[in-house]
C-alpha cells in the first residue's frame, strides 16, 4: 500500500475538487441534477480512485485505478468546456480549471507508466 497524500497528482486532484466546487455554487439551480451533479461525481473521482489504487495490494491494480482516474479526469475536461460554452463559467475560470485538468493529466501518464515499468 502507498500513501496517497505522497503523490503530487493527488494533492492536485484534490484542490481541483475544492475549486470546482467553489465555482459549481454559481451554477443555475435548474442544473443541479444534471451538469452540475455529473460535473460534480466526475471531479471527485479524481482523486477518489488514485485514493483506492493506493489501498489496493499489488502495483498493477494500483494502475488500473490510475487509469479509472485518467478516465475521470477526461470526462471532467470536457464537462468544463461544456459549462464554459453553455455560459456558466466565466473564460478566466474554465482556463485555470483546465490549466489543472492538463496537469493532471499529464502527471497521471507520467505515474502510469513509471509503475508499468516497475511491474514489467
Same mark, same amino acid.
Given at each position: 500500500?502507498?500513501?496517497y ?10 484542490q481541483?475538487?475544492?475549486k470546482t466546487? *467553489? !465555482? @459549481?455554487?454559481?451554477?443555475?439551480? =435548474?442544473?443541479?441534477?444534471n451538469l452540475?451533479? %455529473? +460535473?460534480?461525481?466526475? /471531479?471527485v #473521482? ?5 485514493v ?18 485518467s ?8 464537462? *468544463? !468546456? @461544456?459549462?464554459?460554452?453553455l455560459? =456558466? ?6 482556463? %485555470? +480549471?483546465?490549466e489543472? /485538468?492538463? #496537469? ?14 516497475t511491474?514489467?
Open positions: 500500500m502507498v500513501d497524500r505522497n503523490y503530487r497528482v493527488w494533492i492536485l486532484s484534490h481541483l475538487v475544492l466546487y *467553489l !465555482l @459549481l455554487q454559481t451554477f443555475p439551480t =435548474y442544473e443541479q441534477f452540475t451533479d %455529473q +460535473l460534480r461525481r466526475a /471531479v #473521482s479524481i482523486p477518489t480512485n488514485i483506492e489504487g493506493c489501498g489496493k495490494d499489488t502495483q498493477k491494480e494500483l494502475v488500473r485505478y490510475l487509469y479509472i482516474s478516465g475521470s479526469t477526461h470526462e471532467v475536461e470536457y464537462l *468544463l !468546456l @461544456l459549462s464554459k460554452d455560459g =456558466y463559467l466565466k473564460e478566466i475560470d474554465y482556463l %485555470q +480549471l483546465q489543472d /485538468v492538463v #496537469s493532471i493529466k499529464k502527471m497521471l501518464a507520467v505515474l502510469i507508466k513509471k509503475i508499468k515499468q511491474i514489467g
